[in-house]
């Protein structure tokens, strides 16, 4: 199972983390940032499977690809903020994490206003 490999490299890189940052917590937080990027490398192959699933499903209930591109992008913008935010908070910046996720609810919110008035549209027509 490869969740046991990705634990199981997840908590030595931990360990070497923290006793990194003891002697170079500069090194210490480079080695957090990479092992935080090697582990959504090994999650790609995953990660284009559920997006082809997606895709598939869409097409097949007639769904425009435009919706999906846009949850898509909301889906990555959280993710993002969300690895921006863990990073810095393992900086010790808990309050520039907390801007990072605000960021984050912010462009989301902006990226699903096209969705919010697609439903509103939807509902108004079912409406008399």
């Not at 582990?39 to 919706?67: G, P």
């Amino acid at each position: 199972m490869e969740i046991v490999q990705i634990v199981a490299f997840a908590l030595v890189a931990t360990v070497l983390v923290v006793v990194l940052k003891e002697h170079r917590p500069v090194l210490a937080m480079q080695l957090s940032i990479v092992v935080g990027v090697v582990i959504f490398l090994r999650l790609f192959r995953y990660l284009s499977l559920v997006l082809q699933l997606l895709t598939d499903m869409t097409l097949q209930a007639s769904i425009s690809l435009v919706y999906l591109n846009t949850l898509l992008k909301i889906i990555g913008i959280a993710y993002i903020a969300d690895f921006g935010a863990q990073v810095c908070r393992d900086a010790g910046e808990g309050a520039t994490a907390g801007k990072v996720e605000f960021a984050g609810k912010l462009f989301i919110l902006v990226m699903a206003f096209p969705l919010i008035s697609a439903v509103l549209d939807t509902i108004l027509r079912f409406i008399p």
